[in-house]
């Protein structure tokens, strides 16, 4: 089965860390990575941190300067390393990349993990 699967959530402080991890599971060749999203309480869901087409990051506003998205294209990986966390930072956070693969091409999303950042 060709699936996303985060990990990496949890519970934390404000001002904390947490270290969120996207994998690509099953028979695929590669993943065009488009990034992390989150969804927060409420809310429709956002773009927090993208690769661009140019092979550029972005982010959110609100996230610039604390957060960083990365990617480990051998293991077929994406990274958010999130610090000093702020509880608007709280929801749901996917991951989406468009998977190549030998049966499966197609923007794909992960299932999600939960970030909840107390004050």
């Known amino acids: 089965q060709v699936q996303l699967v985060e990990s990496g959530g949890g519970l934390v402080q404000a001002g904390e860390s947490l270290r969120l991890s996207c994998e690509a599971s099953?028979?695929?060749?590669?993943?065009?990575?488009r990034g992390w999203y989150r969804r927060a309480p409420g809310n429709q869901r956002e773009e927090v941190a993208l690769?661009?087409?140019?092979?550029?990051?972005s982010y959110v506003d609100s996230v610039k300067g604390r957060f960083t998205i990365s990617r480990d294209n051998t293991k077929k990986m994406i990274y958010l390393q999130m610090n000093s966390l702020r509880p608007e930072d709280t929801g749901v956070y996917y991951c989406?990349?468009?998977?190549?693969?030998?049966?499966?091409?197609?923007?794909?999303w992960g299932q999600g993990t939960q970030v909840t950042v107390s004050s």
């Open positions: 989406n990349g468009f998977i190549i693969g030998p049966t499966y091409n197609g923007g794909t």
């Open positions: 099953g028979r695929i060749f590669s993943v065009d990575w």
């Open positions: 690769f661009t087409p140019n092979g550029e990051t």
